[in-house]
């Protein structure tokens, strides 16, 4: 495998279902990032993670709970979903030295549908 | 205030022909980056191209380069020579600071292109 992975590709969940989106890099990256897109509306990110550690929150509901065990995989949990929560959530990773500025790699996406 | 305008929601161009992707940005940060992506219909953004503020020439990545114009905080994308798999959403982002932190990237809401034969 190369570049970034995402699995599963496509999930259907009920609203009282839990699930979880899994994102591996193959990039050597210590940096990882969740964004959500939504119809007709720009990317928002979601959740960053730097060396493992959280780094930053955009006040995400807590219905989504991020997870970084090491510096190649993170996962988004997921409970209780609306269905606005329906989107495509794309992983991206990066590194991060300090003074330096360093394109993002998207994975191909979880494209999500809450019934 | 809108961090990343992308003027034009849709565009239509001949193949062949050049296009210029408009995107303005807004930042008060001396220290910034600028991307574009290409977001096929198969979903996944892929990266093309990247601006640092403090570059002096403008990037230029194969038929990609990047038109920044500072002191209008302007950074098109042009593609000359379009080819039909050029067909795709683009997206212009910026990310502010010195990345001595992971900074997410903030993104304007697209332009889609369609490359016609």
């Known amino acids: 495998e190369t570049g970034v992975t995402q699995t599963p590709r496509h999930l259907v969940m009920g609203m009282t279902n839990k699930k979880s989106l899994k994102c591996e890099q193959h990039?050597?990256?210590?940096?990882m990032y969740w964004y959500k897109q939504s119809a007709k509306k720009p990317l928002e990110l979601m959740f960053v993670?730097?060396?493992?550690?959280?780094?930053e929150n955009n006040s995400v509901p807590s219905r989504f709970s991020p997870e970084c065990p090491n510096s190649s995989h993170l996962f988004l949990h997921l409970h209780t979903l609306q269905p606005e929560d329906s989107a495509l959530y794309l992983c991206?990773?990066?590194?991060?030295?300090?003074?330096?500025?360093?394109?993002?790699?998207f994975g191909p996406g979880t494209r999500l549908t809450v019934t | 205030a809108q961090k990343i305008t992308q003027t034009q929601p849709g565009m239509f161009v001949q193949e062949k022909e050049a296009v210029t992707l408009d995107c303005t940005y807004d930042?008060?940060?001396?220290?910034?980056?600028l991307f574009w992506y290409k977001q096929p219909s198969s979903g996944e953004m892929i990266f093309l191209i990247y601006q640092g503020s403090y570059d002096e020439q403008n990037a230029t990545e194969g038929r990609y380069s990047l038109n920044f114009q500072k002191a209008r905080k302007s950074a098109n994308l042009v593609i000359s020579a379009s080819q039909l798999g050029d067909s795709a959403m683009y997206f212009c982002?910026?990310?502010?600071?010195?990345?001595?932190?992971?900074?997410?990237?903030?993104f304007g809401k697209g332009t889609h292109l369609i490359i016609q034969p």
């Open positions: 993670y730097s060396l493992e550690e959280r780094v």
């Open positions: 930042t008060s940060d001396q220290s910034y980056g």
């Open positions: 991206a990773s990066s590194q991060d030295p300090t003074g330096t500025i360093y394109e993002q790699y």
């Open positions: 990039l050597g990256h210590n940096a």
């Open positions: 982002a910026m990310r502010e600071g010195t990345g001595g932190g992971a900074d997410g990237l903030t």
